[in-house]
């Protein structure tokens, strides 16, 4: 068994919208577990819940959609869920980094109505209820892979019997594998119970989408020094800097400093001293401080 729990990819910030999505689908379980316990003696209210709030392609015919929305909030039970959502926050959190909390919320929600609407045409004139947020969520792997898989890697736990590692995979290899994996359920005669047609829509709408805006995106997944990765706003090199040296103010344009032959002693971003150690080339050094790690010309100062 192969789990994905998180990545490689060294990120700031706390991950917003897969808490979100996390409470919001475990709020929704928590109610669905409270109809199930109220009702000892019958499933009926529980899959009356399920078939008002799951996506029922009979139901599109007759106008009824709310069900596109909704059923990636319901879940069939505990280890249904237990697996979504870990799948959800080891490829959400630094995807809400590269795209934005605001857009990755909008994306997921475009990318399970795209899941729910293959699944609908593919299953069309069925009653059964589909619940899950699996597309969605399929949605999320395909924009990782085409956004980060060259570069990211995937870590996954792995079981066998009694034991288990943790075990760095490739994204590309681990989401092209599972693209592959649902293909290939999808033609056996027997679906098992699992909607592999929602998994293929999502995890294409996710990777169409990745390939239309990554060119677009100014967050880019970088290396630093110590070839970890990490992100960094590429606007930040088209912005003029002011730095600050005894009680003058400059600008400097992009990462020019020095009196126009020499190095400074000092980088001018964090005052570290830039010794020979930090010398590349007699015009050009770059800072030692890992927060900083900037780059130091010799060059004019704009004052």
């Given at each position: 068994m192969l789990i994905p729990i998180g990545d490689n990819i060294d990120r700031k910030s706390f991950p917003i919208l897969p808490g979100v999505l996390l409470f919001a689908n475990l709020a929704v379980f928590i109610y669905q577990m409270?109809?199930?316990?109220?009702?000892?003696?019958?499933?009926?209210?529980?899959?009356?819940?399920?078939?008002?709030?799951?996506l029922v392609?009979?139901?599109?015919?007759?106008?009824?959609?709310?069900?596109?929305?909704?059923?990636?909030?319901?879940?069939?039970?505990f280890s249904h869920i237990i697996g979504n959502m870990l799948v959800l926050w080891a490829f959400s959190c630094s995807l809400e980094n590269g795209l934005g909390t605001a857009t990755l919320a909008l994306f997921y929600i475009m990318w399970g109505l795209a899941a729910g609407l293959l699944h609908a045409a593919m299953e069309w004139g069925s009653d059964m209820p589909l619940i899950g947020a699996s597309g969605a969520i399929a949605g999320l792997m395909g924009?990782?892979?085409?956004?980060?898989?060259a570069d990211a890697k995937i870590k996954t736990v792995f079981f066998f019997f009694f034991k288990f590692w943790v075990v760095p995979v490739p994204a590309f290899l681990y989401g092209g594998a599972w693209f592959y994996l649902q293909?290939?359920?999808?033609?056996?005669?027997?679906?098992?119970?699992i909607a592999w047609y929602a998994h293929i829509g999502g995890f294409a709408a996710g990777a169409i989408t990745a390939l239309l805006v990554r060119n677009q995106l100014d967050i880019k997944l970088v290396k630093d020094r110590d070839g970890t990765l990490c992100f960094k706003d590429t606007t930040e090199d088209d912005k003029p800097r002011v730095l600050v040296q005894g009680d003058r103010y400059e600008i400097a344009e992009h990462d020019v400093a020095g009196d126009g032959s020499t190095l400074p002693e000092d980088c001018p971003y964090c005052t570290t001293s830039l010794g020979e150690h930090e010398r590349i080339t007699p015009g050009v050094a770059r800072c030692s401080n890992p927060?900083?790690?900037?780059?130091?010309?010799?060059?004019?100062?704009?004052?």
């Open positions: 409270r109809i199930f316990f109220e009702n000892p003696t019958t499933l009926r209210p529980t899959m009356d819940f399920v078939e008002t709030w799951g392609p009979t139901d599109l015919a007759g106008g009824h959609f709310n069900g596109l929305f909704t059923h990636m909030f319901l879940h069939g039970g924009a990782y892979t085409v956004l980060y898989g293909l290939y359920n999808s033609l056996q005669d027997d679906g098992g119970g927060e900083c790690g900037r780059f130091v010309y010799a060059g004019a100062v704009l004052v």
